[in-house]
């Protein structure tokens, strides 16, 4: 059986991730190495788990968000969907049952704000877990003076959680933001749709999403 574990260390897989990355490096693009398509699928995962999801439901989630950015190695446009087509190529090669390749490729597809549907749960886990993911590790341009808005407010979160309510009525982005470096105005300049997006994804999940930035809450 496929698992999360094992896509981590496929060695191909680990390949196009690298490659993908450089990409969107010499694009301007803030990380989406091993840092960013690991905290996506722990993250996913950490909420399908936390919501009583079954096992496998979980895994299939984490091998989704491992992969989901992997379609930036042909273009960042419309990269949900050209990695889509690549997952569905690398998974189908490695043997996974078609209900369940359907499913990952399906999560994968819908993640980008662009396009993206939250049409199941792996998918809304995917769409959230990827959206909340800001911090400033992800800068790569260390010259402040050279920084754009993402770079701004990328690197203005000195903190990032994201949380379940102990009922599982509620999901919550709480930010700790340095407004020396980004406003809040700044973050929903960028971000609004990533947001509204997050809110649809946790209504699948039977979820009111939350964003709360320097302890005031927002939406």
């Not at 994201?162 to 406003?183: C, P």
């Not at 809040?184 to 946790?202: H, N, P, Q, S, T």
């Amino acid at each position: 059986m496929i698992t999360y574990e094992s896509i981590k260390r496929d060695e191909t897989i680990r390949t196009y991730i690298r490659k993908a990355d450089a990409s969107l490096e010499a694009l301007g693009y803030t990380e989406h190495s091993f840092a960013h398509v690991t905290h996506v699928a722990e993250t996913a995962m950490y909420l399908l788990r936390t919501l009583n999801y079954p096992d496998r439901t979980v895994e299939l989630t984490g091998i989704a968000g491992f992969l989901h950015d992997i379609g930036n190695l042909v273009n960042r446009t419309d990269h949900s969907q050209s990695g889509a087509l690549m997952a569905f190529r690398i998974l189908d090669k490695l043997g996974m049952e078609a209900d369940e390749l359907c499913t990952v490729v399906t999560a994968i597809g819908n993640h980008d704000e662009g396009t993206g549907v939250p049409v199941d749960a792996i998918a809304a886990a995917l769409i959230i877990a990827d959206k909340s993911d800001v911090r400033r590790s992800r800068v790569r341009n260390m010259n402040l003076s050279d920084f754009d808005i993402h770079d701004r407010v990328n690197y203005s979160v000195t903190k990032s959680e994201l949380q379940i309510s102990e009922d599982k009525h509620t999901v919550r982005l709480a930010l700790t933001v340095d407004t020396d470096f980004g406003s809040v105005m700044d973050y929903f300049e960028i971000f609004m749709g990533r947001m509204l997006l997050c809110r649809k994804a946790a209504e699948k999940l039977d979820l009111v999403f939350k964003l709360s930035i320097n302890d005031t809450s927002l939406i």
